[in-house]
């Protein structure tokens, strides 16, 4: 199975800043058909994930611009490019190239400082 | 809209059963494939089972293979889960997902399964 890790798992904010997790997988997520299946997701306290970013950065309709995501192979980041209040929560890489089974990182907690 | 209402969880006891549900609309049900993921109290997520649009592919995480069983009815617009053997470590909320791109892009709300005596 595939390992998804991300860093940090905990990440102190400050409103109106830059922000970025990092995903690393143990094997390359680039497959065949020339796309690489790596999502984000987002989990606000009390609610349902949300997915944020497909295909490594394709933003879901509704996401602010202030998220993007970037990456290749093995190495993918999200970013935030100025932190807002509703952005505290939960975020998830998860890939769907080597499935099943479908794995998720750990998860990355972001609160302010 | 998308909509996605689980349903089904409660409080069941070790190596009981309980089916949860997933009532689907706002998107042509047929067309999917459908997931399961979960998500035990304080953890993070765990996907759990896929069934293609047709329900002819079925794929399980190993942590429940031979125990859950996926199905559908797209005469109803609805998912199942059927567990068995249910164990303490089944407690979670469990979330229905709509695919997309190989990838749960529209979740439910979450029902709640608690395992316990």
């Known amino acids: 199975d595939v390992v998804m890790t991300q860093s940090p798992l905990s990440l102190p904010v400050t409103l109106g800043q830059p922000a970025s997790i990092s995903c690393r997988s143990s094997?390359?997520?680039?497959?065949?058909?020339?796309?690489?299946?790596l999502s984000w997701f987002q989990q606000r306290p009390g609610q349902s994930p949300r997915r944020l970013i497909y295909?490594?950065?394709k933003r879901d309709s509704g996401v602010p611009d202030r998220f993007s995501g970037s990456g290749s192979g093995t190495d993918f980041t999200l970013k935030i490019s100025r932190v807002e209040a509703e952005d505290v929560g939960i975020y998830y890489c998860?890939?769907?190239?080597?499935?099943?089974?479908?794995?998720f990182g750990q998860g990355t907690r972001v609160e302010f400082k | 809209q998308v909509q996605l209402i689980d349903s089904g969880g409660g409080v069941v006891q070790p190596g009981k059963s309980l089916r949860l549900s997933c009532a689907a609309s706002?998107?042509?049900?047929?067309?999917?494939?459908m997931h399961w993921v979960r998500q035990a109290p304080g953890k993070g997520l765990e996907w759990v089972a896929v069934?293609?649009?047709?329900?002819?592919?079925?794929y399980y995480a190993d942590s429940v293979k031979g125990r859950f069983t996926i199905s559908r009815d797209n005469s109803k617009n609805t998912l199942y889960l059927q567990m068995n053997s249910l164990r303490a470590d089944d407690t979670a909320v469990y979330y229905c997902?709509?695919?997309?791109?190989?990838?749960?892009?529209?979740w439910g709300r979450g029902t709640l399964v608690i395992v316990s005596s």
């Open positions: 069934i293609s649009y047709d329900g002819g592919n079925r």
């Open positions: 998860m890939q769907g190239t080597h499935c099943p089974p479908w794995t």
């Open positions: 706002g998107f042509a049900f047929s067309s999917y494939s």
């Open positions: 997902a709509k695919d997309h791109s190989s990838s749960p892009e529209k």
């Open positions: 295909e490594v950065s």
């Open positions: 094997q390359s997520l680039a497959y065949k058909d020339g796309n690489t299946y």
